[in-house]
C-alpha cells in the first residue's frame, strides 16, 4: 500500500452503562446522524428485554450478539476460469460489525410497533437462538462447512 492505514478512532463509552461495545451498535443502530434518539431506542430495548426475561438486559443483549457473530465465512476467489467460495476466518473486528449489523438489520425488519420494541423481541430471539438473525449465522457457517474442500484454496 502506498499510504499508511488510518489511525483507529477511541470510541468513547456510553453514558449509561459505560461500555463502548454498546457505543458501536447504537452507531450501527444511528440512522441522520441522530445518536440521542438512537440511545433511546437502545436503552428501551435493554428495559424491554430485562423486563421480559427477569434478567439483567445488558448480559442478555451481549450472549445475543455473540449467539449471532459468525467465527467463519465464505469468500469468493476465482481460479482458472471458476469462482470457488473459499471458508476463511473472520477477523475479530469484523466478526463483531457482522454479528451487530444483522441485529439491527433484521430488528428493523420485523413487525412490532417501536424500533425498541423491534430491537428488544429480535434481541430475545437471538438469546435463545432463534430468529432471523440467528439463522443467518447459521446459514454462514453451513455455507463455510459445505465449501470446506476448497480451503486449500485460501489467500
Known sequence: MRKAKPKKRAILPDPKYGDTLVTKFVNNLMEQGKKNI???????AIDIVSEKTKENGLDVWKKALANVTPSVEVRSRRIGGATFQIPSE???GRKMSIGMKALVSF???RHEKSM??????????????EGAAFKR????HRMAEANKAFSHFRF
Do not use: H
Open 107 to 109: 430488528s428493523r425488519k
Open 116 to 129: 425498541g420494541q423491534k430491537l428488544a423481541a429480535e434481541i430475545i430471539a437471538a438469546f435463545k437462538e
Open 90 to 92: 473472520i477477523r475479530p
Open 38 to 44: 438512537s440511545y433511546d431506542v437502545f436503552y428501551e
Open 137 to 140: 449465522k447459521e446459514d454462514t
